[in-house]
């Protein structure tokens, strides 16, 4: 149950994450090119760091 909790709460704060920094990234950045990269990268550095997050609540929960 508390490794569930964990996932969701990993899964919520990058999903967090990505708004905020689009909404950034949206309001600051005023070439296109820029931008479309900008959210890109921001979209790819969240979906890679909320899997290693994953993978680590897993194996935290499987250890203990």
Known sequence: ???????LLVAAGYWHLKL???EVIEDYVRHEA??????WLVSFACAVL????VLAVLRLAQLG
């Not at 149950?1 to 996932?7: D, E, K, T, V």
């Not at 820029?34 to 959210?39: F, P, R, S, V």
């Not at 909320?50 to 997050?53: H, K, W």
């Open 1 to 7: 149950l508390a490794a569930l909790i964990a996932l």
């Open 20 to 22: 905020g920094l689009h």
């Open 34 to 39: 820029a931008k479309t990269a900008a959210a």
């Open 50 to 53: 909320g899997l290693v997050s």
